[in-house]
């Protein structure tokens, strides 16, 4: 997965945008494996936002829901990540973070 990226940026959607900076990593992920067509962003803050992709809830509910005094993401909460790692596959993280704590759930991590 990753985040940040608007449909129109991203080739594997067909948008003409996407022809000034070609993405053909993620178009052989979209290709090869999954493109979500259906989905919506409930918190369009930066760290929200995150954790609402690893947790899948609301911000309310996973407890992060500002960027500034937002506090720190609870990492004991079960994340994709996590799933993933339980059905045998590989995990990493790298770039962005800006959760306040370590990044869990991850075989690899550099943010």
């Not at 919506?40 to 760290?47: D, E, P, R």
């Not at 079960?78 to 800006?98: C, D, M, R, S």
């Not at 370590?102 to 690899?108: E, Q």
């Amino acid at each position: 997965m990753a985040d940040d990226h608007a449909y129109q940026a991203v080739s594997a959607y067909g948008s003409q945008v996407s022809k000034l900076a070609p993405t053909p990593n993620i178009d052989r992920i979209a290709n090869e494996g999954a493109r979500m067509d259906n989905v919506y962003c409930t918190n369009s803050i930066c760290g929200p936002s995150r954790a609402s992709i690893l947790t899948g809830k609301f911000s309310h509910v996973n407890g992060f829901y500002k960027n500034v005094d937002g506090g720190d993401f609870n990492g004991k909460q079960l994340t994709f990540p996590k799933i993933f790692q339980k059905n045998g596959y590989e995990t990493a993280v790298i770039g962005k973070w800006h959760l306040g704590t370590t990044p869990t759930g991850f075989d690899y991590s550099k943010v």
